[in-house]
């Protein structure tokens, strides 16, 4: 789960999310990957517990349509949200930080991984211009900027980074284990740099 969501925060978002209208589990996985820009999207494991304690406490009540189970808001969640409609609007505004923060992690590192990519093909182009034998290209053409393929790169490098940096901020790790973490990124990224070499 983001950081942005510790302390109950998902609660009080998925409460403003089904005052828009009734949802179901998955519905409001999308609209919160849609609220990320695709960086970042709960799991099921994530969200239907909340729903749930959500209806255990009586702000949602459920409904079986099509074998799903449809939330709705009830009054009292309608009263929790307009008692906390201040806490909501710094949420709205954090939220726009975190997005603004992670698209840029993920420029960086895609700017980190492409460099080497662009590095190959200048050497074995300059080779080939030089008369010499490059080394054989690899099978298929690197994908093109707008490829399926590359946008689902882009999208698990994007929920890889929300998904550390979450674990990272959450306060659990001792300075060991930060320092493990680190060495293990780094790791990640030295075989990621062998492989494209």
């Known amino acids: 789960m983001t950081a942005v969501f510790s302390h109950g925060r998902l609660r009080l978002y998925l409460l403003k999310l089904l005052a ?3 949802r179901h589990g998955y519905e409001l996985i999308r609209l919160l990957e849609d ?3 695709g960086r970042y999207a709960p799991s099921a494991g994530t969200i239907y517990p909340r729903l749930q304690r959500l209806e255990v406490e009586g702000l949602v009540v459920h409904t079986a349509a099509g074998g799903r189970k449809v939330y709705e808001i009830t ?7 307009r008692r906390r409609v201040g806490e909501l609007a710094t949420l709205e505004s954090d ?4 997005v603004r923060d992670l698209t840029a992690s993920a420029g960086e590192i895609r700017s980190e991984v492409r460099g080497p990519v662009r590095d190959k093909r200048e050497r074995r182009g300059a080779t080939r211009r030089a008369g010499g034998e490059a080394a054989a290209p690899p099978s298929g053409a690197a994908p093109a900027a707008g490829s399926p393929l590359l946008a689902e790169f882009d999208k698990r ?3 890889f980074t929300v998904e550390v940096g979450g674990l990272v ?3 659990r ?4 284990q930060l320092r ?3 060495r293990v990124l780094d790791g990640a990224l030295d075989g990621l740099r062998r492989l494209l070499r």
């Open 20 to 22: 828009d209208g009734p």
């Open 35 to 37: 609220r990320f820009l």
């Open 75 to 81: 009054e009292a969640g309608r009263a929790e949200l």
């Open 95 to 98: 939220i726009t930080a975190s």
């Open 157 to 159: 490098l994007a929920a």
């Open 169 to 171: 901020r959450s306060g």
């Open 173 to 176: 790790l001792s300075d060991n």
């Open 180 to 182: 493990t973490a680190i």
